[in-house]
């Protein structure tokens, strides 16, 4: 019987850029789970390793310079340290940056938590000429030291060793003096606080009183709520405070940060000798041209068109060679369903295939996404993605938006074709909240690969002489729309958020591990896949229920059902009672044999070689040796002759009329269906309003329809003018342009348009949500576009038809009043901005 | 003297950060503290924000922030 073991809890913390994530895959090998921390979006990710008769419970904390309750990732850090109390810090410093992480590390030491440090990248600060004599370091931080190797995986062991040692010891680490004038108040602020004896076991008196006197807004709080006498504490600092203001006319925080950096410079100047100094480092020489005015946007704009090229483009063909698998897929969980009937298929058949033909067209795009994340990690774990923000940053500031959000943007599609899922989940790296909501709220109106197709059909009718300047007015309008509204946003409802100033760190270059890239291109896929399926399933049962009920009447049903019939006897009295099929397929027979000609037709589609084929053959032949001879037109061998059977090839051609006949019925009743279902009522109820953007109310359904997946806009046009989707495309564009003479270029700009804005698709709606962390967001980003999709088919349609323009140059108006309106609204900003900036700093300051 | 007002190439050191709340905070949490030397990298393609190396590493600030950050030339 195996032991319960003792668990060990313990903290992993450090600063951005520390190399903590790689310490913490050291730590824990593969033993790990990524989960976000409750209700908010940053990551969490926790480990487990065992060390003699004891288990390692770890968790990594977000990066921090500080631990302040300005930031979301400082106050998660801190609360964590102060709720979970773990029994052990580890504190990953920068051996080639010792002076800014030992300002953390004398925090952390505040909280009296035993503590160890980590001197990561030991061997790169000895490259760099830096001696670093770690046992006089231990002494004078008063903590233990252990130098590693993250990437190369050096360490381990007496990391491990000295964690467990640390735990067995339960010694508080030394704390910093602050100085007299300093310590003339904090001292007795210390008192007071220890004086109510069950607050003083929930925190840390040292910590909080220094965090009181700098005057920490959250410190306060919990005085407020948990201490007897908060309210007497909290007048006692204010009072100290204002003391020492008007004593050394310098606000206390401003002393404390200067002399937690005075301390780390002199233990610094102690404890490490620089014997030689490198005249440019290679991430200097790098920069050089990464950050250069001329070159680096040349490697700017390549990186992005690499980028795009490789996750989008490649991805995307990609998906050509793993189409197949799971088409083979869907269709082995389609013949697990019951089978189909004559004109009216069974629930049970007809709403799973609709979920599962969701569930894999979602999954088809796994590749891109694979090799996204991917390179989104590359580009994080080597340094560029902070010189990207440092590039763009001043175009991007305009509209509210970060130098990180290009990115996001870019993956969105920022011509034609991209995808806004992996675009929403790439905003988690923008620091700044605001900017952060306003880039993941404007991303979805990029221009996604779903939207082409319609795209596609319409100007190719109405636009044939015009098609490329036609697309690319639309290919870049979202982006410009895009940028004026994320000004807005930021203008707007997003005014109350919180903007990070933008101090930026650039971190030195270096070369990701492959191991690294990979577990955070795979931890994020997970993460993907499992809150995408299951609601995809969900929503893809309501979309079926609302498109196909309540259904036909029974008087509608019968009918149907008659003219099956009709054709069924008609079929039968074509191939007459003496044909030797006949009795083959009466009753379910005919049924039976349309299924294995659509087996058939289906498994030798596409398939040239010789070969294969005769091997599908024979199979077929295995299966139904009658209805073979059938689909092979009365032409086949038997025991070596070649044998024509005429009895057989007219069944086959008269079939075919039957087939055709089915198949305009079932797309009859599908077309009544959807007309009568409860989303056809709402197109139809539409009409008179949408009459003015130019939608009748097969527009309406099948803009409707597209909220479940775009793709569906040109299906569901299909079915609703006439006859199925078919195979060729064009068929469909002749029937559009031949039945709607009444339409004009106007009409179809105006549907390009509303497609242009169209609301996000429910996966990238859901990571709208998780990324976001509230509903009302994701509610948001539904609505929003389509009140800018009406302003703009509005536009499109009723104004330019009152202005008598064309198409293009109605497209040409749009576009400059588009541009007029980014750049205006970019103004307006840059002079709120600082009025907004000062009143923020005014409320702080009160 | 603040620090907007320095060139690429230029070094300094800090003399008082004017900024308070967020920022102030955040400059004091990166090294930004009096007695600090900086030493200005470039500037960015768009002359704003201005990369600078403070305490061995390498930080990107825009202007309005910088301006803050009140400096001394030596």
Known sequence: MRRKLKEIKVAVAGQPNSGKSTIFNLLTGGRQHVANYPGITVEKKTGTYRIQEHKVFLTDLPGTYSLTSYSLEERIARDFLLQEKPEVIVDIVDATNLERNLYLVFQLAEIGIPLVIDLNMADVAKSRGFQIDTEKLSQEIGAEIVPTVGNKGRGKRELRQTIHKAYESKKSPRRLDYGKELESILKPLGQFLSKDANFSKRYPIRWLAVKLLENDSEAQRAVKKYSTNGEEILSYVEEERKKFISQYEEAPEKSIAHQRYREAEKIVGHCVKQIRTEPKTLTDRIDMVVCNRFSGLIVLLGTIYAMYNLSIVQGYKITNYTWPLLAGLQKFLVLSLPPEGFVFDPLLRAMPLGVIGGVIAVLNYVPIFIILFALIAIMEDTGYLARMSFILDRVFRYFGLHGQSVLPLVLGGVYVGGCAIPGVMACRGIKDEKARLATMLVVPLMNCLAKIPLYVLLLGLFFAATKGIMMFFIGTITIIIALGVAKILSLTILKRKESAPFILEMPPYHLPTIGGVLRRCLERLGIFIKKIITVVMVVMCLVYLLINFPGLSKERKAHYNSQANRIKKSFMKKIGEDNPYTKLLAGDGLINFTKYRNDYRAATRGVEEEKTKKVIEQKFRQRNFEFFKIVKKGKYELEGKKIKDKDAKKVHKTYKKVFNQRRELRAEKKKETIKGSFLGRVGIALEPITKKLGFNWQVNIALISAFAAKENAVGTIGVLYESPPTEREDRLEKRLGEKEGGWTPLHALAIILFMAMYPPCIPTLLMIRVESGSTMWMLFATFYPIILGIIFAFLAFTAGNLLGFSGLKMMITIYTLAIVFMVGVGFIKRKEKTVQQKTAQDEIHR | ?74
Request: net charge neutral.
């Open chain 2, 1 to 74: 003297m603040t620090l907007d007002e320095l060139k690429p190439g230029q070094k300094c050191h800090i003399a008082k950060v004017n900024a308070e709340g967020v920022t102030g905070q955040r400059l004091l949490d990166m090294g930004f503290v009096p007695g600090a030397k900086i030493h200005i990298i470039r500037n960015a393609p768009l002359v704003d924000p201005v990369e600078i190396l403070l305490k061995g590493y390498h930080i990107s600030i825009r202007h309005s922030e910088s301006k803050e950050i009140e400096i001394v030339v030596p």
